[in-house]
């Protein structure tokens, strides 16, 4: 922590003495400084005597300083000239408290009707030049329910994207296919990969702090002909904040239900040539813990007993988000993150569905039970360009430490044995009351990208650009170390001692790729790209991977129509592959998870009605999902107990409708999908199981008053689920059993928030689940979870020049 807080503020004074640059520098602030005197005339005369001459990071600068010198001339082309030529050089551009009311509307009203993003295609575009389905969320729309985790960010204006349950992390599915931890979704920080390189997993929890965000880029569907590996069914990228967004420092608290705490510090700092963001966040709450009697856990389990279930828990070490990204002048940009994060599973994990007491068991490295993960990144970006070239160099390191630390009950049936252990010693083991065991590795990734961008055909009716790059990473599982104890506290056995339970090695990927953007017309636009992946694997064995799309996209009018074919995959997770333990027995030679998709789309805007409408067609075809052959498990033979034997097909519908005025905001979406064929994957007749086929979404924004100095605002969300298929396992008269009937009830959740500001203050109150509606989502384990009942989170923000 001590090497966190020198690098965090050695960055910090570094870009105070950035501003020594001279690249146009006493130009701008002599035009500053006569803006500030009124000299309104004399400040555009100094910045357009030779606007060419500012270097490509203090020109954005320029052109805010000239839209704010015609606005106060009344020179209406002008500004709107130059706030375009602004949104153009900084398209996440976000109004600051120094920006007047009316410029401010002026970027806001532009950003609405214009809104831009990078992911889609890895170069700025509009929504309506994407190749693909892209739900765009801004600042504004996560403060509107008030979120405190990505999960619920997502879940809520995310068409597609449903919430369902993973044992000891944060977890959801996209178009219904999910795991047991978030492993097939690509989720990225400005471009830099969260997902872990050994289980692919990245939950969408506390250790992504939301107070950062800028907005949110959502690619729903598969991308890996840009981004690879684990770009399977979306992309989720996160755009942060910059220092211009701010230029002071916030610092927010908040408190809620269940010993819920929040704290978040935020400091931007801007000049001619530099800019500087940094962040610190702060979560932990001890979630709601439910008691079950041993007359209700009997139906659940061959040994009843009395117990408690824990919802939502992050607690004994706080989740944290500490990072900051430091630019100079035109060329370079350098970012660092450290987080953590740990949820209490729910429920004992090898009795399944089994309540425990959770502070009988131990610590082990401080840790209590749950799935921990600590994350370092680090990242170096040079970019530049040339008339119609680009270049973009990226050289990035992470360093992952993660700890599996499971309660397996505390009591358990007599002479159960244990599976997690190798096969020389499993014979050995025989769980007792308060068993435990532990897995923690350690493992870290380098890597450098280069890519290279070509526009073409500028002054001409038909023009289009080119993207080309190269990436090389190596992945190593640099130690291993497992534990198994019992009576909450004793350990019996260090698997370390027994050669491992993960075995070490390295990985080396090499990938290509190259993408075509085409505009025949203004109104006919072709996207076109191919990526080839090559992995070495650490038993010696090659992977290779192709990854095309295709996208044709028409304009007319208002009407936007898409129609795109895409290939994507994510290969078989390391812990997978490289397990000693019988439970992945057979797991080395797994092959990735491939996904087939059409998707046709169609955008529709009635500006005259502030009304939008988005509709999506998609059918996936999905083959060799890893099976999980629990018979296998129990034979004394080689068969694999995992293997690439699963495969779906499923086709859904996806409706969003947007009605955005200076006082009201609705956005509401709709999703229905049924599964046309399935093999050996969680399916119940046309349904995935623990996925509802219906979703709807709807978030209503009001302005109850507003003047330049406070506002009041009221938001109101509504989420309403159909009934979901969850075969659970049972026991019945001590014999085991699969209830294939068991349904999850439909669901209507409600929520509302109040948020006040006033001058530099604001505050907000807001209430999930007001209704107390007592519900529960299905997993993957054959298992289904309560979810939080009715809470209540409280909120304060100052901002600080």
């Not at 963001?277 to 813990?289: D, H, L, N, Y």
Request: hydrophobic residues 35%; proline residues 3%; aromatic residues 12%.
């Amino acid at each position: 922590m001590r090497i966190i807080c020198i690098i965090f503020i050695s960055a910090y004074f570094l870009s105070l003495s950035a501003q020594n640059s001279n690249s146009g520098k006493d130009n701008y602030l002599a035009a500053e400084e006569a803006y500030r005197d009124g000299q309104f005339e004399k400040a555009i005369r100094i910045l357009e005597t030779d606007i060419k001459s500012y270097d490509k990071v203090l020109v954005s600068n320029v052109y805010r300083l000239l839209a704010l010198c015609y606005m106060a001339t009344d020179q209406e082309e002008k500004v709107d000239e130059y706030v375009r030529l602004l949104l153009r050089y900084v398209p996440y551009y976000t109004v600051s408290l120094q920006d007047p009311e009316r410029f401010a509307d002026i970027i806001r009203k532009y950003k609405e009707g214009k809104k831009t993003l990078v992911t889609a295609s890895q170069q700025i575009e509009t929504l309506e030049e994407a190749p693909v389905p892209v739900t765009l969320i801004t600042e504004e729309m996560i403060r509107a329910i008030d979120a405190n985790n990505l999960k619920d960010v997502l879940v809520a204006y995310v068409p597609g994207i449903t919430a369902v349950e993973g044992n000891s992390e944060l977890n959801f599915a996209m178009h219904g296919v999910y795991s047991s931890e978030q492993q097939k979704v690509l989720i990225m920080q400005n471009g830099h990969r969260l997902n872990s390189r050994s289980t692919n997993v990245q939950a969408p929890d506390y250790s992504i702090s939301l107070e950062k965000v800028k907005q949110i880029e959502v690619l729903r569907g598969p991308a890996s002909s840009l981004y690879g590996n684990a770009a399977l069914t979306a992309v989720v990228n996160i755009i942060t904040k910059e220092g211009k967004d701010m230029d002071g420092a916030s610092l927010s608290l908040g408190t809620g239900s269940f010993s819920t705490y929040k704290a978040d510090l935020l400091i931007g700092k801007y000049g001619p040539n530099m800019d500087f963001i940094g962040w610190a966040s702060v979560f932990s709450s001890e979630g709601q813990k439910i008691f079950y009697p041993a007359d209700v856990t009997g139906i659940w389990r061959i040994f009843p007993m009395d117990g408690y279930a824990y919802i939502n828990g992050f607690n004994r070490k706080p989740s944290y988000d500490i990072g900051c990204i430091f630019q100079w002048n035109e060329h370079w940009k350098i970012s660092f993150s450290h987080q953590y994060s740990k949820m209490q599973s729910p429920y004992a994990y090898v009795a399944v569905k089994a309540p425990y007491t959770y502070e009988k068991y131990r610590r082990i490295n401080g840790q209590k039970p749950g799935h921990g993960r600590t994350s370092t990144r680090g990242e170096m970006q040079y970019s530049n360009f040339w008339k119609d070239y680009s270049l973009n160099i990226n050289a990035y390191f992470d360093a992952d430490r993660q700890m599996n630390y499971e309660a397996d009950g505390d009591s358990l049936p007599p002479g159960l044995v244990v599976y997690f252990a190798p096969d020389e010693i499993m014979d050995s083991i025989v769980a007792r009351s308060g068993f435990f065991q532990m897995n923690s590795w350690e493992e870290y990734t380098y890597g450098i990208s280069v890519r290279n961008g070509y526009s073409y055909g500028k002054n001409k009716g038909a023009h289009g650009t080119l993207l080309a790059g190269l990436q090389m990473e190596n992945y190593t599982m640099k130690s291993a170390d497992a534990c198994i104890g019992e009576d909450f506290d004793r350990i019996m056995v260090t698997i370390s001692e027994h050669n491992g339970q993960i075995k070490l090695g390295s990985e080396l990927s090499l990938s290509a790729f190259l993408q075509g953007k085409h505009y025949f017309t203004s109104r006919l636009i072709v996207n076109g790209g191919l990526r080839y992946d090559y992995k070495h694997r650490f038993n010696g064995k090659t992977l290779h991977a192709f990854s095309p799309r295709l996208a044709c996209i028409y304009r007319i009018g208002q009407w936007n129509v898409k129609f795109c074919y895409a290939r994507a995959f994510v290969d078989a997770p390391f812990f997978y592959r490289a397990s000693e333990v019988v439970t992945y027995k057979g797991s080395e030679d797994l092959e990735p998870e491939y996904l087939d998709a059409l998707q046709l789309s169609t955008t529709v805007g009635v500006p005259s009605l502030h009304l939008e409408y988005d509709c999506n067609l998609y059918y996936n075809k999905l083959s060799g999902i890893i099976y999980y052959d629990k018979a296998a498990k129990e034979e004394k033979s080689d068969r694999p107990v995992y293997s690439n034997a699963g495969s779906l097909e499923l086709f859904g519908i996806e409706n969003s409708v947007f009605y955005t005025s200076s006082k009201l905001k609705v956005r509401m979406n709709l999703t229905y999908q049924r599964v046309l064929k399935s093999e050996k994957y969680c399916v119940t007749g046309s349904k995935v199981d623990a996925i509802p086929a219906v979703t709807m979404n709807l978030v209503v924004s009001q302005s109850i008053f507003s003047t330049p100095k406070q506002s009041l605002w009221g938001h109101c969300s509504l989420s309403c689920y159909s009934t979901q298929n969850m075969p659970v396992s049972a026991y019945k008269d001590g014999i085991a059993y699969k209830d294939e009937a068991y349904r999850i009830k439909s669901t209507a959740l409600l929520n509302a928030t109040f948020s006040y500001r006033y001058d530099k203050l604001e505050t907000s109150l807001s209430c999930n689940n007001i209704l107390n509606t007592r519900y529960t989502r299905g997993s993957l384990y054959n298992i289904d979870v309560p979810q939080l009942g009715r809470n209540i989170m409280w909120k304060i923000k100052c901002f600080f020049k």
